[in-house]
Nanobody, 120 residues
């Protein structure tokens, strides 16, 4: 059984930094692309960042310059480093992974989410 587990959320003050982690565990062949999404109360879930490999990464324009995504393919962990946080960044953050059970056999898995609450 494959699991994605996020951690690192919590309450921070505006202007501070926070790093989220997404750990992939279970029985799998390879971790493919992993994305970070966020969803504020009453709003839709939106893509924040994506990483296909350790060198192919992208963040959306709204967080560019503040957020960075990276991954450790040995430990099977994906990180979202968030700087200069503001109250508009408050949301539940989810990781979504394309996990290969075998070459050519993949499925999408979601984590349970971790809350980030930025106070002004």
């Amino acid at each position: 059984q494959v699991q994605l587990v996020e951690s690192g959320g919590g309450l921070v003050r505006a202007g501070e930094s926070q790093t989220l982690s997404c750990v992939v565990s279970g029985n799998f062949f390879k971790v493919g692309a992993v994305d970070w999404y966020r969803q504020a109360p009453g709003k839709q879930r939106n893509l924040v960042a994506t990483t296909q490999t350790a060198t192919i990464t992208r963040v959306v324009d709204s967080v560019k310059g503040r957020f960075t995504v990276s991954r450790d393919d040995v430990q099977n962990v994906v990180f979202l480093m968030m700087n200069s946080l503001n109250p508009e960044d408050s949301a539940a953050y989810y990781c979504r992974g394309l996990i290969f059970k075998a070459p050519g056999d993949s499925a999408v898995y979601w984590g349970q989410g971790t809350w980030v609450n930025v106070s002004s």
